[in-house]
């Protein structure tokens, strides 16, 4: 198996991604890094395996602890990162120059310039570089791959779409409690943070009716003020065969929540929520027929860190995984935060 370690950060780091490695017949978990000595002890303390693990930290400065020393380990093949949005593209480097294959979280950086120049660096290591996937669970989610099946399945041309998201960040709620989130220095907030899984999971299915976004306009608002700067955005947008459909996140609505993204064509209309997928056709008879399929709840976690796993033996990343799927969920996200910040200012899709 190979040797892995976490460089990881606050609460997700514990109980999603600890569970994924030590679920993982891919990988044994050898290390992990916080930058501060608590922090990292916290976190090899949840691991099942917590007396084998060795911790690495920066704070306070203590020989052969630091993250360097970590990189430098000839056991470690791989790392995921689980760092603050800011911190993450420098350990990105940091760990690819150490020849290590890099699984970092989402969003791939804090907006498009620092994302293109990380791309471009890594593109410039050339085909012998180790592997650098981006995580993004939602395209590991059981029901959404089978919502995108069933988009692939009716077929049609897209006639609309809608991506509708509500949820309410409460004053307690332990993500907003670190720091680095209360008081955001990055683009969206909570809208760039969670907002980029939204956004994947609705360029997934599109992309099942061969459809992307090309244009979108948008207004955005703080409805909560702790949520700085901007806690919701509604938009319209636009698919290359200029098909309009609509795109509403929020985490400030206190007593509206749910996640839902549809698709309509002109053979019938996929809709899709974290625990089922509803299908709707005409029978032969030419009557609607609506079909429902119930699922567990799935973040689908697990399933990416086994796909890095098997990416690594394999010697290529995930198509799921490659940076420039990443690049393309932010850039739809950091346009529709800069539509809302002009007033509907129509915003074109590059990549």
Same mark, same amino acid.
């Given at each position: 198996?190979?040797?892995?370690?976490?460089?990881?950060?606050?609460?997700? @780091?514990?109980?999603?991604?600890?569970?994924?490695?030590?679920?993982?017949?891919?990988?044994?978990?050898?290390?992990? !890094?916080?930058?501060? #000595?608590?922090? +990292?002890?916290?976190?090899?303390?949840? +691991?099942?395996?917590?007396?084998?693990?060795?911790? !690495?930290?920066?704070?306070?400065?203590?020989?052969?602890?630091?993250?360097?020393?970590?990189?430098?380990?000839?056991? &470690? +093949?791989?790392?995921?990162?689980?760092?603050?949005?800011?911190?993450?593209?420098?350990? %990105?480097?940091?760990?690819?120059?150490?020849?290590?294959? %890099?699984?970092?979280?989402?969003?791939?950086?804090?907006?498009?310039?620092?994302?293109? #120049?990380?791309?471009?660096? !890594?593109?410039?290591?050339?085909?012998?570089?180790?592997?650098?996937?981006?995580?993004?669970?939602?395209?590991?989610?059981?029901?959404?791959? !089978?919502?995108?099946?069933?988009?692939?399945?009716?077929?049609?041309?897209?006639?609309?779409?809608?991506? #509708?998201?509500?949820?309410?960040?409460?004053?307690?709620?332990?993500?907003?409690?670190?720091?680095?989130?209360?008081?955001?220095?990055?683009?969206?907030?909570?809208?760039?943070?969670?907002?980029?899984?939204? %956004? +994947?999971?609705?360029?997934?299915?599109? @992309?099942?009716?061969?459809?992307?976004?090309?244009?979108?306009?948008?207004?955005?608002?703080?409805?909560?003020?702790?949520?700085?700067?901007?806690?919701?955005?509604? @938009?319209?947008?636009?698919?290359?065969?200029?098909?309009?459909?609509?795109?509403?996140?929020?985490?400030?609505?206190?007593?509206?929540?749910?996640?839902?993204?549809?698709?309509?064509?002109?053979?019938?209309? &996929?809709?899709?929520?974290?625990?089922?997928?509803?299908?709707?056709?005409?029978?032969?008879?030419?009557?609607?027929?609506?079909?429902?399929?119930?699922?567990?709840?799935?973040?689908?976690?697990?399933?990416?860190?086994?796909?890095?796993?098997?990416?690594?033996?394999?010697?290529?990343?995930?198509?799921?995984?490659?940076?420039?799927?990443?690049?393309?969920?932010?850039?739809?996200? #950091?346009?529709?935060?800069?539509?809302?910040?002009?007033?509907?200012?129509?915003?074109?899709?590059?990549?």
């Amino acid at each position: 198996m190979t040797g892995i370690a976490l460089l990881g950060a606050g609460i997700f @780091a514990r109980e999603e991604h600890l569970p994924a490695i030590e679920a993982s017949p891919a990988f044994t978990l050898k290390a992990v !890094y916080s930058r501060s #000595q608590k922090s +990292a002890e916290a976190l090899a303390a949840a +691991a099942a395996n917590a007396s084998s693990i060795d911790v !690495y930290f920066d704070s306070p400065s203590v020989p052969g602890k630091s993250l360097d020393d970590l990189l430098a380990r000839a056991d &470690v +093949a791989a790392v995921i990162i689980a760092l603050p949005i800011l911190t993450q593209p420098a350990a %990105v480097q940091k760990a690819l120059t150490a020849g290590k294959h %890099v699984l970092s979280e989402k969003p791939v950086a804090s907006d498009l310039d620092s994302a293109n #120049q990380l791309l471009a660096w !890594y593109g410039n290591l050339g085909s012998a570089a180790p592997i650098w996937a981006v995580a993004e669970n939602f395209r590991f989610i059981t029901s959404l791959n !089978y919502a995108a099946e069933q988009v692939k399945k009716i077929g049609g041309s897209v006639t609309t779409f809608r991506l #509708q998201m509500n949820s309410f960040v409460e004053p307690e709620n332990k993500y907003f409690n670190t720091e680095w989130r209360k008081t955001p220095s990055y683009q969206g907030g909570f809208l760039l943070d969670g907002g980029v899984h939204f %956004v +994947a999971g609705l360029r997934l299915l599109l @992309a099942a009716a061969g459809q992307k976004i090309t244009q979108l306009a948008g207004f955005s608002a703080l409805l909560e003020e702790r949520l700085l700067p901007v806690d919701t955005i509604h @938009a319209v947008a636009l698919t290359q065969d200029g098909k309009s459909g609509s795109i509403g996140i929020s985490f400030g609505t206190e007593f509206k929540s749910g996640l839902e993204v549809e698709i309509v064509t002109t053979k019938g209309a &996929v809709t899709w929520n974290p625990r089922g997928v509803k299908t709707v056709t005409k029978g032969a008879d030419g009557k609607k027929v609506e079909e429902e399929k119930a699922f567990e709840y799935d973040s689908g976690v697990k399933v990416e860190v086994v796909a890095f796993g098997q990416a690594i033996e394999a010697g290529k990343a995930d198509p799921r995984q490659t940076p420039i799927e990443a690049l393309r969920d932010l850039e739809i996200l #950091q346009r529709l935060l800069e539509s809302g910040a002009g007033g509907a200012v129509v915003q074109k899709i590059a990549v």
